[in-house]
C-alpha cells in the first residue's frame, strides 16, 4: 500500500463532501459512519475510506469530548497575555513546560504584534481561584515579567476550522 502520509509543505485535496463530512463531524463525533454516508449521498464504504483519508492525512487529529466549564463549575474565563523577562530559548522552554502542568490553562500560545510573548486563556472557579493561580503559580514561573488580564463577558463563538 502506498504511503499516503504527507509532508508540511503539501496541502491534501478537500472537496466539498470532505468538507460536509468535517462539518458533521465537528457537530456530532459520535455520529457513525452510515448516518455520515446519508447525509453525504454515499455509501457506508467510501464514506469511511473518506474519513480514513483524512486522519491519515492528519486533517482529523482526534476525537474528543466538549465540556460545560460552567457546568463544571468553572464560570470564569480569563485572557491572560504575558511578558517574558528574557526571549531566550531556555527560558520559554521553561514556561511552555511549566503551564502545561496547570488544569486550569485551556490554551496557551506564543504571539507576535504586540508586547506580550504569550497569550494563555485559563478556566476558575471564581475571583479568589484566580487570585491563587496568579500569585501562587503564575507569577512564580521564572522569567514572568509582567502578566496583564481580561475576562471574558461572553464566548460568541468556539469552532474548529473546515
Known amino acids: 500500500m502506498p504511503n499516503r502520509e504527507l509532508s508540511a509543505s503539501q496541502t491534501p485535496t478537500i472537496d466539498d463532501i470532505d468538507k460536509r463530512l468535517l462539518r458533521l463531524l465537528r457537530t456530532d463525533a459520535r455520529m457513525s459512519i452510515t448516518e455520515l454516508a446519508e447525509h453525504v449521498n454515499l455509501s457506508a464504504t467510501p464514506c469511511a475510506r473518506r474519513i480514513k483519508r483524512l486522519e491519515e492525512a492528519g486533517i482529523i487529529t482526534g476525537y474528543y469530548t466538549q465540556t460545560d466549564a460552567e457546568k463544571l463549575g468553572y464560570p470564569l474565563a480569563v485572557f491572560i497575555a504575558i511578558s517574558m523577562d528574557r526571549h531566550t530559548a531556555e527560558r520559554f522552554e521553561l514556561f511552555e513546560r511549566k503551564i502545561q502542568s496547570f488544569d486550569e490553562v485551556i490554551s496557551c ?12 486563556k485559563v478556566r476558575v472557579r ?12 503564575l507569577n512564580r514561573i521564572e522569567g514572568v515579567a509582567q502578566v496583564h488580564t481580561s475576562f471574558e463577558l461572553r464566548e460568541v463563538l468556539n469552532r474548529s476550522i473546515i
Not at 110 to 118: A, K, N
Open 126 to 137: 471564581d475571583m479568589a481561584h484566580y487570585e491563587e493561580f496568579l500569585l501562587h503559580r
Open 109 to 120: 500560545s506564543i504571539v507576535t504584534g504586540r508586547s506580550e510573548d504569550y497569550l494563555i
